[in-house]
């Protein structure tokens, strides 16, 4: 049959305001959170990520929350700028300890920032 | 400090045609995985390797296969291409197995 397209969420914002991206994860026994960002024509680009031991860490201008609960994960960030522009990836990994590079990615959301 | 290095950036191929990409990590790191990446499917894990051992394989079909050298350089392979076989593939680098992952910029593959 015809393979369907992702459809991915889209937020849109304008400069300055402060974006929140939302993320679900399948896995209750992940261990492992990542956000990435991705460009157009480049590669996901690290951006912070959160051990299950936590359920906040903040880095430059982003936060990534965990609710181990509801399996929720969400980005914010901080006062958008227009660079901030891409899509955006969760990703979660269970792996025992042992290895950290099998990643399961969500299907991803695309935010645009309004100057 | 170079980044994840994959060559070559784009790739046109004919079905029934095999294919080899390279990926050279960040210097320093050991462990190698490669993504797929289609508009369809999203982004999918395919393999992860360290010191040379493939440590885990996604959910693909034996066409893919890939491997890594001494020097933590890896290559993937995907023999008897299909048109469905187009896609954005992925390498990812890190440290050790439990460091955060750092992606290049990927091959654009094209199967025709």
């Known amino acids: 049959g015809e393979s369907v397209g992702l459809h991915l969420p889209t937020l849109s914002v304008q400069e300055g305001d402060n974006s929140i991206i939302n993320c679900a994860y399948s896995?209750?026994?992940?261990?492992?959170f990542i956000w990435y960002k991705q460009e157009s024509g480049k590669g996901p680009q690290f951006i912070i990520d959160?051990?299950?031991?936590?359920d906040k860490r903040q880095g430059q201008r982003v936060t990534v929350l965990l609710n181990k609960t509801v399996k929720h994960l969400s980005l914010q960030i901080a006062a958008t700028q227009p660079g901030d522009s891409a899509v955006y990836f969760c990703?979660?990994?269970?792996?025992?300890?042992?290895?950290?590079?099998?990643?399961?990615f969500g299907q991803g959301t695309i935010l645009t920032v309004h100057p | 400090k170079a980044g994840v290095t994959q060559t070559p950036r784009y790739l046109i191929k004919t079905r029934g045609q095999q294919v080899t990409l390279s990926c050279s990590p960040i210097?320093?790191?050991?462990?190698v995985s490669w993504y797929q990446q289609t508009p369809g499917q999203g982004l999918q894990f395919l393999f992860e390797?360290?010191?040379?051992?493939?440590?885990n394989k996604g959910n693909f079909p034996g066409r893919f296969s890939g491997r890594q050298f001494s020097n933590s350089r890896s290559e993937m392979n995907v023999s008897t291409l299909e048109l469905g076989d187009s896609a954005l593939y992925l390498c990812?680098?890190?440290?050790?197995?439990?460091?955060?992952?750092?992606f290049g910029q990927g091959t654009r593959l094209t199967v025709v």
């Open positions: 990812a680098s890190s440290l050790t197995l439990s460091s955060e992952a750092f």
């Open positions: 896995n209750s026994a992940s261990d492992y």
């Open positions: 959160i051990r299950s031991n936590m």
């Open positions: 990703a979660e990994n269970y792996a025992g300890g042992t290895s950290y590079g099998k990643l399961t």
């Open positions: 210097s320093g790191h050991r462990s």
């Open positions: 390797y360290f010191s040379e051992t493939q440590r």
